[in-house]
């Protein structure tokens, strides 16, 4: 059972941001301490990624474990309250995911995702990025 009443668990959920999270923010703070440079929220491509590598060719997004169903993560997990209607609106959002990396990829862009749970730890980010962007470049 939930703890709060509707209005205030609405009211709890209108407050979560798209932009400029604290795992956004981390991610970006380590690219920047790496050099890299990107552009932010590029409006003009599918589903807006949250970081834009012109010279990589790579959009990053940075997904909430919960909001994108974080597959074995224990920051992911189903609410008990209203289930059906949230498992309707998390699939939602990994559907729409997949249609946006698609539109990018045929646009030419190699898509990436870090998710929350991988921006704790700031070395292990920063090897993450190594990996997942500075070493694809074509």
């Known amino acids: 059972m939930d703890r709060l009443t509707s209005a205030q668990r609405r009211l709890c959920m209108q407050h979560n941001k798209s932009k400029n999270t604290s795992p956004e923010l981390a991610v970006r703070s380590a690219c920047h301490a790496m050099g890299l440079r990107f552009r932010l929220h590029k409006k003009d491509l599918p589903g807006t990624p949250d970081l834009t ?56 862009w190699r898509v990436e995702v870090i998710w929350e749970c991988e921006t704790k730890d700031p070395e292990k980010l920063a090897e993450i990025i190594l990996e997942r962007i500075i070493k694809h470049k074509d």
Request: glycine letters at 6%.
């Open 53 to 108: 590598f012109k010279k990589y060719k790579t959009c990053v997004f940075v997904h909430g474990c919960f909001w994108h169903m974080h597959e074995s993560c224990k920051l992911s997990s189903t609410p008990k309250t209203q289930e059906e209607y949230w498992l309707q609106k998390l699939k939602g959002n990994i559907e729409r995911d997949k249609r946006n990396f698609f539109k990018l990829a045929h646009l030419g």
